[in-house]
Nanobody, 119 residues
């Protein structure tokens, strides 16, 4: 059974940094795309950043030049380095992966990790 497990969230002051990690496991044949979404209270879930298996990336305009997404294909893992954090980055961050576990490509989600930016 496919699982995505996130780690690295927490409380940080404005201007600080955090690094989120996500590892996929459970009978995976191939992962096409991995990424991070976030959802703040009373707001819709939004894409933060995504990366394909060949390293193509895309970012939300609000995080460009502050966040960096990376991936370790050998470990089925994706990372999000978040710098210059702002209070408006406060949200639950979800890892996602489009992968094939033998039943064709499907989207999978992690349980989410809380990021709070506050002084």
């Amino acid at each position: 059974q496919v699982q995505l497990v996130e780690s690295g969230g927490g409380l940080v002051q404005p201007g600080g940094s955090l690094r989120l990690s996500c590892a996929a496991s459970g009978g995976i044949f191939n992962i096409y795309r991995m990424g991070w979404y976030r959802q703040a209270p009373e707001k819709q879930r939004e894409l933060v950043a995504a990366i394909t298996s060949i390293g193509s990336t895309n970012y939300a305009d609000s995080v460009k030049d502050r966040f960096t997404i990376s991936r370790d294909n050998a470990k089925n893992s994706v990372y999000l380095q978040m710098n210059s954090l702002k209070p408006e980055d406060t949200a639950v961050y979800y890892c996602t992966a489009t992968l094939d576990s033998g039943l064709g490509y499907k989207d999978y989600w992690g349980q989410g990790t809380q990021v709070t930016v506050s002084s």
